[in-house]
């Protein structure tokens, strides 16, 4: 029986323990839940960190909460159905599979708690607001760093991800739109896409280089999309321009070497900082645009390490 | 689902079966009532039902690894087994366009297959059950991403797809009561799985193998056949925790699954089945399954730190499996 006593003991304290740091809060700040697509991964706390500066700056308690990894969609609707349980003020959600939150979506709509969708949309009508990178614009700086770099004239290609997501879409024209209308001499010899695959993008890109030898530069509009395009490069020896998307270490390594000239980065610390300024708006009662901006920088090897920059960029 | 509220006096093994599982289940009694002073949130109609509907998959789960684990072998697999079983559902109703009740026996026959190998490989190949399973979890997450085409398949041309898992027959009945039917299917597989365990003669091989396999081997009895069953029945109840996950998401996702299993042995242990093999109970494996879903709830609704939350759970299997140690040294 001792032993029992003791392990009850034990299981209690731990409650306890856990107990002691939920309620708490003081009552008059808004309570504010964020479920995202990850937790652990650097991008993931980058948006948490904009997630807590706001919570700071404006009084708020926010929780951050994400599966594993990006397939666990059920492990993301617990999430959500507890955190719904807890009765927030808001809900912030980077919902896996749209189709799959539905239900509890429209739960949270019954329950009059405001949703605000980031990262990529809620493909629903609920969210009141989708804070979120414009790709378009993002996409049309890379033209404009392009166009410079090559001296505003010459052919250039492109090799993205994927021709149906809306990343892949609005990336692939706000490049090829922004060269369109403003640099008359520039021409996008061809758009090709690699599913992100690494070697897929490589094989690409050395055939574009063979069949068009005074290419001048090529934009990379994912992570594995400006890997590729910077192996081939490198197999071929060519020394045209890559700009690409987003960070990781090996694009980082590549910047540095000078294979990649500069890439276009997403603000996950903006991501996180605008759902929860968007959430305490929404209480407020004011009205959010149907999409919130939460910006993207150009970096390439002289301003890597800066600190506003840094902050956005991951491994 | 045994001998559940056995007084504990009789004899040896009773006492000490009925005694971990009172131990489990006053833990879980503490942390429901410690949640429920803590926050007015938690002991809610719709809360619990919300933990009910994230324990059925992982509580099935459990399940099929419990039976394993008795036999004193282990079955990696059981996660991704369970997608590949919601990909063959949707290959079944999305692809071919067959009826609802061709997807499910496909689930079901898909998991026992499954299951056929891994037993065959371990008991005719003596491949150790750790290995076996290990190769098997990755060639099924792995055949799960080629047969789908690493997309998910939606079950959308299938509407009564998904109330398997989110309908609600005792709503229907009762309507203040809308508990899910996955939930239901969980204490079906449960029952089945208690029944199987302590009526039949598999059951009884199932412990005997987990006891003292030499011996069953030396008395004459076929022990390939026996854990080749046992894996089998494994990977059927496999099969209906994928027909359950496809339906809850209405979509099978192909690259789900690795990790589940270890979500699975954590509930099996905590139950108080020994992973040493010869001795476990299905209402263990339920309880143990309930105090995970209880405990990742209840810190979420108290808005506890998810580092924490992990810090929390890994606590409480170690206190477990400690308990059942401090037993076994008192016997």
Redesign the interface.
């Known amino acids: 029986m001792l032993t029992r006593r003791t392990l009850l003991g034990a299981i209690s304290a731990v409650a306890m323990l856990a107990a002691a740091n939920g309620p708490a809060f003081a009552q008059d700040s808004y309570d504010i839940a964020l479920i995202s697509k990850g937790f652990q991964h650097q991008f993931w706390q980058a948006v948490k960190a904009g997630a807590d500066k706001a919570a700071a700056e404006f009084g708020a308690n926010v929780t951050f909460e994400g599966p594993e990894t990006e397939s666990q969609v059920d492990r993301q609707l617990d999430m959500l159905a507890a955190a719904l349980s807890r009765q927030p003020d808001a809900i912030g959600l980077a919902a896996l599979d749209s189709q799959a939150a539905t239900p509890l979506l429209e739960q949270a709509k019954g329950a009059n708690i405001p949703i605000i969708a980031f990262d990529s949309g809620v493909d629903s009508d609920i969210p009141l607001t989708t804070a979120t990178t414009d790709n378009v614009a993002a996409a049309a700086l890379a033209a404009d760093k392009m166009a410079e770099l090559i001296g505003g004239e010459g052919k250039v290609a492109v090799v993205a991800h994927d021709q149906t997501s809306r990343t892949g879409i609005d990336r692939v024209e706000g490049f090829t739109n922004r060269i369109e209308e403003a640099y008359p001499d520039i021409e996008v010899v061809s758009v090709q896409y690699g599913g992100g695959d690494q070697l897929q993008s490589t094989e690409i890109t050395k055939s574009i280089l063979l069949a068009n030898p005074d290419l001048k530069g090529i934009f990379g509009a994912n992570e594995g999309s400006v890997l590729g395009v910077a192996n081939g490069k490198q197999e071929l020896g060519s020394n045209i321009v890559v700009i690409g998307y987003d960070s990781g270490a090996a694009q980082k390594a590549f910047i540095e070497s000078g294979v990649i000239t500069g890439s276009i980065t997403q603000n996950p610390v903006g991501i996180g900082y605008e759902t929860v300024k968007a959430a305490i708006s929404a209480l407020k009662g004011e009205t959010l645009p149907p999409v919130i901006d939460t910006g993207f920088f150009y970096y390439d090897k002289s301003n890597m390490a800066d600190e506003e920059i840094a902050a956005v960029l991951y491994d | 689902m045994t001998d559940t509220t056995a007084p504990a006096i009789k004899t040896g093994p009773r006492i000490s079966g009925a005694?971990h599982r009172?131990?489990a289940f006053?833990?879980l009694i503490?942390?429901v009532v410690?949640?429920s002073?803590?926050?007015p949130?938690?002991m809610?109609t719709?809360?619990i039902l919300?933990i009910l509907?994230?324990t059925s998959?992982n509580g099935v789960l459990a399940i099929a690894a419990t039976l394993v684990i008795i036999t004193g072998g282990i079955d990696l697999s059981v996660g991704t087994l369970m997608t590949f079983c919601a990909v063959i559902t949707g290959v079944i109703l999305t692809y071919w366009g067959l009826p609802l009740p061709l997807g499910i026996i496909g689930a079901i026959l898909a998991g026992a297959a499954s299951g056929l190998v891994s037993g065959t490989v371990i008991a005719k190949l003596k491949v150790p059950p750790f290995i076996a399973t290990l190769g098997m979890m990755l060639i099924l997450k792995g055949l799960s991403l080629v047969i789908s085409g690493t997309k998910?398949i939606?079950f959308n041309d299938t509407p009564g797809f998904n109330q398997i898992a989110?309908g609600s027959v005792v709503g229907s009945i009762f309507p203040g009561v809308p508990l899910p039917n996955g939930v239901l299917v969980l204490f079906a597989v449960a029952l089945v799985a208690a029944f199987v365990l302590s009526k039949t003669a598999l059951g009884r091989y199932t412990f005997a193998l987990g006891s003292n396999e030499e011996a069953v081997r030396l008395s004459g009895v076929n022990i390939d056949r026996w854990k080749i069953a046992v894996y089998s029945v494994t990977g059927a109840i496999c099969g209906v925790a994928g027909l359950l996950?496809a339906s809850?998401?209405?979509?099978a996702?192909p690259?789900?699954?690795q990790?589940y299993e270890l979500d699975a042995i954590a509930a099996v242990v905590i139950g108080g089945t020994s992973l040493s093999g010869g001795r476990g109970t299905v209402l263990g494996t339920l309880i143990g399954a309930l105090i995970i879903?209880v405990l990742?709830?209840?810190?979420?609704?108290?808005?506890?730190?998810?580092e924490?939350q992990t810090v929390?759970t890994g606590?409480?299997i170690i206190?477990a499996v400690?308990?059942d140690i401090?037993?076994r040294r008192?016997l």
């Open positions: 005694f009172l131990l006053s833990g503490a942390l410690g949640f002073i803590a926050s949130n938690f809610q719709q809360n919300a509907q994230a998959v998910p939606y989110l996950i809850r998401l209405n979509s996702q690259a789900l699954g990790g879903s990742a709830n209840g810190l979420r609704i108290l808005s506890v730190a998810q924490w929390v606590c409480i206190l400690y308990a401090l037993r008192a």
